[in-house]
């Protein structure tokens, strides 16, 4: 097999002892696979940010919650943040205990608020009328509330998740009320946390959101947390060399502060992040075969299984990943040429890639998306009645394994009453 254009995986020796022809031929195409020697990398590097010693790294697993990878996330000594009775089913399932999870909750009915109480799984509500909500229910309790202390940051308006115009948190403004229903219910308020959006590459919005939410947990004493959120970013242009997120830089910064504000505070609490995509972006590749080229007026389409059912992030944030063409025959490409990477779906949006400079690509070739194990197949759908891809794992002796089967045709009728 070649590698005929970017060698990123090979330099990292990402499919071990397989190749992308073997992986393809074994599990089908498109294949969702995983590197465990970077996911484990990458917990470790979360995990070493600061020094400060009451540390809680919460993978936040809507990145991707493959019950093996998170497996191997409670391996590395990590806690978890969820989104939904979904993910803390599958994190309970994965082994981690309610006291190492932590409900982020948004717009949830009362039976999904029940749930996580049910299991002793903290729950931060981030509404004054969901805190209503816990007080009615568990009065007495112990809760955590997401507040919105107005920073914002993301690489795309649809995830930036602080500031003026996101449903997300609540509003500093409305702290007595707040006061005033943790009373009325007789609730102690254990944490706060913040999440401002998600992928930042240079750490300023995030220490700026910090500053913000440690003044705001000023108003509230005998905190037990302060969560300051996730957003950390990946370098998606590795073709381009574009740098990597100086965590050391900003781990140096973020112990300072927080040294400096728990001796303000009179109490070492826990400090939790809640990185999803850092920690699973990078083990992730997303292999898909070429199986039509052409030309329509003056563009040229490379016809792939790649539809937007498997990878929504170009559709849905223009996002760039980049892509690797990995060759099986001795056809040479002697020239670099634009070309528009699309799917098999039945939308004119369906493209992967927009005008990309890649040498000559064939029927038959491979494609490997790069970055693709963060919102990659959590978002994947069977729109089109498709079947959602299997995933692999690469285990750290080189050995492949099948961490979820590719959805069967009989998956499509499952919940049907016919
Ligand atoms: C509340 C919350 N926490 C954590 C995350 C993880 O974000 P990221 O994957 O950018 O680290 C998100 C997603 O943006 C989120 O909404
Ligand atoms: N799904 C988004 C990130 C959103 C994170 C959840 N708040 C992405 O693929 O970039």
């Not at 097999?1 to 498109?30: A, R």
């Not at 989104?83 to 803390?88: A, C, K, V």
């Not at 905190?223 to 300051?228: P, Q």
């Not at 939308?347 to 963060?374: T, Y």
């Amino acid at each position: 097999m070649q590698y005929v254009y970017s060698n990123v995986t090979q330099s990292l020796n990402f499919f071990g002892n397989s190749d992308p022809f073997e992986l393809i031929e074994e599990y089908g195409s498109p294949l969702y696979v995983y590197n465990e020697r970077i996911f484990r990398e990458r917990c470790r590097e979360m995990k070493n940010l600061v020094s400060y010693p009451n540390f809680s790294v919460n993978y936040s697993v809507k990145a991707n919650s493959n019950l093996q990878l998170l497996k191997i996330a409670l391996e590395e000594g990590l806690n978890v943040d969820a989104m939904s009775p979904g993910e803390i089913f599958l994190e309970l399932q994965a082994g981690f205990k309610p006291e190492q999870i932590l409900f982020i909750s948004n717009n949830v009915s009362a039976d999904e608020m029940k749930f996580a109480i049910d299991r002793k799984i903290t729950v931060s509500v981030d509404s004054l009328s969901q805190l209503e909500l816990f007080g009615k229910i568990n009065p007495g309790g112990s809760v955590a509330i997401r507040f919105n202390p107005g920073v914002g940051a993301g690489h795309h308006k649809k995830v930036i998740t602080g500031g003026k115009e996101t449903k997300f948190g609540v509003d500093p403004n409305f702290i007595p009320q707040v006061k005033e229903i943790l009373k009325k219910y007789n609730l102690k308020l254990v944490g706060i946390n913040q999440h401002i959006g998600s992928l930042f590459m240079e750490g300023s919005a995030y220490i700026q959101g910090i500053k913000s939410i440690l003044s705001l947990a000023e108003n509230f004493e005998d905190l037990e947390f302060v969560d300051l959120g996730g957003g950390f970013g990946i370098p998606y242009h590795k073709q381009e060399n574009e740098a990597r997120l100086d965590l050391s830089s900003l781990g140096k910064e973020l112990d300072s502060i927080l040294n400096e504000w728990v001796k303000s505070y009179g109490k070492n609490i826990t400090f939790k992040i809640e990185p999803g995509r850092y920690i699973s972006a990078e083990c992730g590749v997303l292999l898909g075969t070429v199986h039509a080229i052409k030309i329509n007026y003056d563009n040229k389409y490379v016809g792939t299984d790649l539809g937007f059912n498997v990878l929504q992030r170009p559709i849905m944030y223009d996002s760039h990943h980049d892509i690797e063409i990995y060759r099986n025959s001795d056809l040479p490409s002697t020239k670099k040429e634009p070309v528009i990477i699309v799917g098999n779906i039945c939308e004119s949006g369906d493209i992967i890639a927009k005008n990309r400079l890649l040498p000559e690509i064939f029927e038959g070739d491979l494609l490997g998306v790069l970055d693709a194990g963060a919102y990659g197949h959590v978002m994947s759908s069977n729109y089109n009645n498709r079947l959602r891809p299997a995933e692999v794992l690469i285990k750290e002796n080189g050995d492949h394994i099948l961490i979820r089967r590719r959805d069967t045709l009989e998956d499509l009728i499952r919940c049907y009453n016919v």
